[in-house]
């Protein structure tokens, strides 16, 4: 590996840094994707690959990214782990996140009402659409392909009172025995997505669906889904974005990919076999740079969630654009006007004898060039640093795993 500097005895749990709740199914996916890769032909249309190598990606990205991934074990059919190696790694816990019989009942009740109005209004059957595979619940666990199944295991939960069940799930039940077996099946998947949406909330944690459910709740949501991790690994990739996109202009043909999956495309360029997949992200995630990265993503996200701390937001996105601005520069990728920046509107009240009128002024702030020299040394900037210049360089993921032996 080329970013070096493990901290040693640094184990997986550290307190004070971020959590993010994910769904079984993207684990199993992912576990499924390293042991079957690669595909028969037809499984490309009957099976899952596609789907699962996408949960590998969001895995492997989520190790290096959060403190520790949160599953909810009693939404398994068995207790089997999917991937026993993670488990064992001590990023993964499996706490059961709900003790409270009130909280459950308003759980199952705000899913419950979210799924029926997608039902009804006919949106869940256009999502369904488009999920190009012949039968897609193949990639999902087999209690969504019972309604009868899914509402026992649903409504005989510990915490739900039967009057609850009754009022909530029963005629839900009703409603998803008179749906098509596929969009059914699709219907219960995307229950427990809008169940998870809500948990996370009221545990204040974060919550990273698998992809299928990424769509429904991401426009269900009147809450947002902004993390700021996301948003500085998407302008690391801005070089290479650019730069592809000259070159695909100047060959007159969109030979060069100008998109991938940042971080799960450099685990998978330092790998030389797939079994060494999941040891590169967590020799990663120990890295001095990368717990520098979480901690200050954490500190933003806190300050995002709590309103709070707007000038640090400021800075840290000014930081960002500075360096990209820098990397171009010494990459011969970007010619920068003298101002360059991120420009900020800013609104002025201005005193008259008969009131006060406002005024708005655009600035474009200016790092002076020895503070851009200690932005790049901050550590949390060089792991940025470091990824944004390897960006140019490594293929993307579905290329890199495709060529990786078992």
């Given at each position: 590996?080329?970013?070096?500097?493990?901290?040693?005895?640094?184990?997986?749990?550290?307190?004070?840094?971020?959590?993010?709740?994910?769904?079984?199914?993207?684990?199993?996916?992912?576990?499924?994707?390293?042991?079957?890769?690669p595909p028969r032909s037809g499984e490309w249309i009957s099976g899952s690959p596609a789907v699962d190598l996408t949960s590998l990606m969001d895995t492997l990205e989520g190790v290096v990214l959060h403190q520790h991934l949160l599953v909810d074990n009693s939404s398994r059919a068995n207790g089997g782990e999917p991937w026993p190696e993670l488990a064992d790694s001590g990023v993964l816990q499996s706490d059961l996140l709900l003790d409270d019989p009130e909280q459950y009942a308003i759980l199952v009740r705000s899913a419950t009402t979210s799924l029926t109005e997608w039902i009804q209004t006919g949106r869940?059957?256009?999502?369904?659409?488009?999920?190009?595979?012949?039968?897609?619940?193949?990639?999902?666990?087999?209690?969504?392909?019972?309604?009868?199944?899914?509402?026992?295991?649903?409504?005989?939960?510990?915490?739900?009172?039967?009057?609850?069940?009754?009022?909530?799930?029963?005629?839900?039940?009703?409603?998803?025995?008179?749906?098509?077996?596929?969009?059914?099946?699709?219907?219960?998947?995307?229950?427990?997505?809008?169940?998870?949406?809500?948990?996370?909330?009221?545990?204040?944690?974060?919550?990273?669906?698998?992809?299928?459910?990424?769509?429904?709740?991401?426009?269900?949501?009147?809450?947002?889904?902004?993390?700021?991790?996301?948003?500085?690994?998407?302008?690391?990739?801005?070089?290479?974005?650019?730069?592809?996109?000259?070159?695909?202009?100047?060959?007159?043909?969109?030979?060069?990919?100008?998109?991938?999956?940042?971080?799960?495309?450099?685990?998978?360029?330092?790998?030389?076999?797939?079994?060494?997949?999941?040891?590169?992200?967590?020799?990663?995630?120990?890295?001095?740079?990368?717990?520098?990265?979480?901690?200050?993503?954490?500190?933003?996200?806190?300050?995002?969630?709590?309103?709070?701390?707007?000038?640090?937001?400021?800075?840290?996105?000014?930081?960002?654009?500075?360096?990209?601005?820098?990397?171009?520069?010494?990459?011969?990728?970007?010619?920068?006007?003298?101002?360059?920046?991120?420009?900020?509107?800013?609104?002025?009240?201005?005193?008259?004898?008969?009131?006060?009128?406002?005024?708005?002024?655009?600035?474009?702030?200016?790092?002076?060039?020895?503070?851009?020299?200690?932005?790049?040394?901050?550590?949390?900037?060089?792991?940025?640093?470091?990824?944004?210049?390897?960006?140019?360089?490594?293929?993307?993921?579905?290329?890199?795993?495709?060529?990786?032996?078992?």
């Amino acid at each position: 590996m080329s970013l070096e500097d493990p901290i040693k005895g640094v184990g997986a749990v550290m307190p004070g840094l971020g959590t993010v709740l994910v769904d079984n199914t993207t684990l199993f996916g992912a576990a499924r994707a390293l042991e079957t890769w690669p595909p028969r032909s037809g499984e490309w249309i009957s099976g899952s690959p596609a789907v699962d190598l996408t949960s590998l990606m969001d895995t492997l990205e989520g190790v290096v990214l959060h403190q520790h991934l949160l599953v909810d074990n009693s939404s398994r059919a068995n207790g089997g782990e999917p991937w026993p190696e993670l488990a064992d790694s001590g990023v993964l816990q499996s706490d059961l996140l709900l003790d409270d019989p009130e909280q459950y009942a308003i759980l199952v009740r705000s899913a419950t009402t979210s799924l029926t109005e997608w039902i009804q209004t006919g949106r869940l059957g256009v999502e369904r659409a488009r999920i190009a595979l012949q039968d897609p619940i193949a990639a999902v666990p087999s209690i969504y392909r019972n309604p009868k199944e899914f509402y026992e295991l649903t409504a005989h939960a510990a915490y739900l009172s039967k009057a609850a069940a009754i009022q909530f799930l029963v005629p839900l039940r009703e409603l998803l025995e008179g749906l098509e077996s596929n969009l059914a099946s699709y219907a219960m998947f995307a229950f427990r997505g809008f169940y998870y949406e809500e948990l996370a909330h009221l545990r204040s944690i974060s919550y990273a669906p698998h992809c299928w459910r990424s769509p429904l709740i991401d426009s269900d949501s009147n809450r947002g889904s902004f993390r700021f991790a996301e948003f500085a690994l998407d302008l690391a990739v801005e070089l290479r974005r650019e730069l592809a996109q000259r070159l695909n202009g100047e060959f007159g043909v969109g030979a060069l990919d100008a998109e991938l999956p940042l971080l799960a495309s450099y685990i998978a360029s330092q790998a030389g076999r797939r079994s060494e997949l999941l040891p590169i992200a967590l020799e990663l995630r120990a890295n001095r740079k990368v717990i520098a990265f979480r901690r200050w993503v954490e500190h933003l996200e806190t300050a995002i969630a709590t309103q709070s701390d707007l000038r640090g937001l400021g800075a840290a996105s000014i930081e960002l654009q500075e360096l990209l601005t820098d990397l171009g520069r010494e990459l011969g990728l970007r010619k920068s006007p003298e101002n360059a920046g991120q420009a900020i509107k800013l609104k002025l009240a201005v005193p008259f004898p008969l009131g006060v009128a406002s005024a708005e002024r655009t600035i474009h702030p200016k790092i002076p060039l020895a503070w851009r020299r200690i932005f790049r040394r901050r550590t949390h900037l060089l792991f940025l640093r470091d990824l944004t210049k390897r960006a140019l360089e490594i293929s993307p993921f579905v290329v890199a795993f495709g060529r990786l032996p078992a």
